[in-house]
């Protein structure tokens, strides 16, 4: 499947910037951190805490959320990988097919 122009585009400067700035971006910033962070919300919820006095007198609330956020980091950054090696064979791929 050819990449339009616009896909191009957008590909060509993310491949730019490199792929660890990209893994950084879409891993851990786009989706690491915010999951974490979702994720402490839900929790303080589920058990009926305070959101606001959590955070400030319960340290293990922290420990989870670093925890949280390691690991979703881990997770986005694969799959951060996984699409930025899927656009490398897609425009490879499409490179090759306008030669």
Sequence with gaps: MALGTTQRSEWERLKAGGR????LLFGVIGRGIP??????IVFLYLEGRSFDAAL?????????????ALLFSVGGVASSYARWRAMELRFESDERGAS
Excluded: H, P
């Design 35 to 40: 999951m974490a962070a979702v994720f402490l």
């Design 56 to 68: 400030v007198r319960d340290f293990g609330v922290w420990w989870r959320f670093l925890l949280a």
């Design 20 to 23: 660890t700035r990209y893994l």
